[in-house]
T-cell receptor
Framework: GENVEQHPSTLSVQEGDSAVIKCTYSDSASNYFPWYKQELGKGPQLIID?????GEKKDQRIAVTLNKTAKHFSLHITETQPEDSAVYFC?????????????FGAGTRLAVHP | EPEVTQTPSHQVTQMGQEVILRCVPISNHLYFYWYRQILGQKVEFLVS????????KSEIFDDQFSVERPDGSNFTLKIRSTKLEDSAMYFC???????????FGSGTQLSVL
């Protein structure tokens, strides 16, 4: 069945370092890959997404890369700041139409130490 | 900025009781979802709703669960007879375009005793 694996489960970095979180997906028909950030006591918030016709997308300090052949995608955060500390979830779906669901990874707890 | 609102933020109930979790999606959104997250685990899909009907549901969403959009603004999740294992954070989400750009509420923490 559909599955998204996410690694690592926890990640601890020093402020200013980079952080990389990796995901793999099983459904070859997946073509939409969002990343969500969940802060304590809040719902997940979309921070960046990528579609399968694009290999890389960047938004300021965050970037996402996609390797469709290998069914891998990754989140890269550069120059990390303490406010980046949160749980990050990757997800995959077959895209728009309302009839397909987001499948989430298990989450990565990122801690950025000052 | 428009947001998805969920009430209550916390709900404690006895096993076997019915609960209704309420959500107000973003006003111009057409697709609505319920997800749940058991403490420390991944966010799990429960059900999607579009055009006043369920478009997809997971194995978790059995006969004890139902959803309703009783008016133009609310979207509710009902659990008829709660079990201990229903204890989780329940998130409502809405989207203008389907399973992309989902906006999540802050969740309802359901505790079944």
């Amino acid at each position: 069945g559909e599955n998204v694996e996410q690694h690592p489960s926890t990640l601890s970095v020093q402020e200013g370092d980079s952080a990389v979180i990796k995901c793999t997906y099983s459904d070859s028909a997946s073509n939409y890959f969002p990343w969500y950030k969940q802060e304590l006591g809040k719902g997940p918030q979309l921070i960046i997404d990528i579609r399968s016709n694009v290999g890389e997308k960047k938004d300021q300090r965050i970037a996402v890369t996609l390797n469709k052949t290998a069914k891998h995608f990754s989140l890269h955060i550069t120059e990390t700041q303490p406010e980046d500390s949160a749980v990050y979830f990757c997800a995959a779906s077959r895209g728009s139409g309302g009839y397909n669901k987001l499948i989430f990874g298990a989450g990565t707890r990122l801690a950025v130490h000052p | 900025e428009p947001e998805v609102t969920q009430t209550p933020s916390h709900q404690v109930t006895q096993m076997g009781q019915e609960v209704i979790l309420r959500c107000v999606p973003i006003s111009n959104h057409l697709y609505f979802y319920w997800y749940r997250q058991i403490l420390g685990q991944k966010v799990e899909f429960l059900v999607s709703f579009y055009n006043n009907e369920i478009s997809e549901k997971s194995e978790i969403f059995d006969d004890q669960f139902s959803v309703e959009r009783p008016d133009g603004s609310n979207f509710t999740l009902k659990i008829r007879s709660t079990k201990l294992e229903d204890s989780a954070m329940y998130f409502c989400a809405s989207s203008p375009t389907g399973p992309e750009k989902l906006f999540f509420g802050s969740g309802t923490q359901l505790s079944v005793l």
